[in-house]
């Protein structure tokens, strides 16, 4: 059963393979995202998840196929095509924020704006991250406090924040809610429907399934790399995808 959105894709993968050595970690896996919706990628370990993100992403390079963005064939072979050629921001588990820095310069770090082309313009950029944070509803104390004095919660939003920032339309986040507490797991949970809100795409990567069936409009479930089932939230349920993701459910 497949999306029943009318609209064309935003982001497609067709046929993608990739192997390492003789392990074969995904076959032939076909994928479609449409603007303004919410897609969960789910499957046990090693089913091939990570490795089709970060074929998307330009980390690892596909050994076929092909990645269309908006019905046009691109070629992703670095994560900076990723973000030139097809809009899409990665957010992974481990962040990558700099927590001796403040919320504010982590958001902006490397796009700062400036003024007479040769100093920061911090007025501007606190300003232009308060607005972010303001209108995504992350609860934080300040732009100016440090990343390292934030909850796990708080350092997921300033992530997505950040992404955001740099005018993306379509977001991967890894495994968002891991090792979150239920507030904190419900405040990603808002922000990722603030994100469909605003018009973005969203891929989404977890194992919580109380978590997906909260956010998601759709689920695509991979199994030993290859794509097992494609449902939409509202015609399927939590034991239909734990028998795709095991085997049991063909």
């Known amino acids: 059963m497949v999306s029943d959105n009318t609209k064309l894709p935003i982001l497609q993968t067709k046929n993608i393979d990739k192997s390492f050595g003789h392990v074969q970690a995904l076959k032939n896996v076909d994928i479609d995202l449409y603007p303004s919706e919410v897609v969960a990628l789910i499957g046990d370990n090693g089913a091939g998840k990570s490795t089709l993100i970060k074929i998307i992403s330009g980390i690892y390079q596909k050994d076929s196929g092909e990645i269309l963005y908006k019905g046009n064939k691109v070629e992703i072979n670095e994560p900076k095509d990723a973000v030139d050629k097809a ?11 700099v927590e001796v820095q403040d919320v504010g310069v982590n958001i902006y770090l490397n796009m700062e704006p400036t003024f007479m082309g040769l100093f920061i313009n911090y007025k501007k950029l606190y300003r232009d991250a308060e607005k972010l944070i303001k ?16 909850s796990g919660g708080q350092r997921q939003g300033v992530a997505i924040a950040r992404a ?3 005018g993306r339309e379509i977001f991967i986040l890894d ?6 507490g239920v507030e904190q797991q419900a405040n990603i949970n808002s922000l990722i429907l603030k994100l469909k809100e605003d018009k973005k795409t969203v891929l989404l990567i977890s194992h919580n399934l109380e978590h997906v069936f909260e956010v998601a409009d759709r689920l695509i479930i991979l199994r030993r790399g290859e794509k097992v089932g ?21």
Request: no cysteine; glycine share 6%; proline share 4%.
């Open 87 to 97: 809009g899409i921001s990665t957010v992974y588990q481990d962040l990558s924020l």
């Open 135 to 150: 209108n995504l509803k992350i609860d934080l104390p300040s732009v100016r406090v440090n990343v390292a004095e934030l």
């Open 164 to 166: 955001l920032a740099r």
């Open 175 to 180: 495994e968002p809610t891991a090792a979150l």
């Open 230 to 250: 494609e449902r939409t939230k509202k015609s399927t349920n939590k034991e239909e995808i734990v028998g795709l993701i095991t085997g049991a459910i063909k």
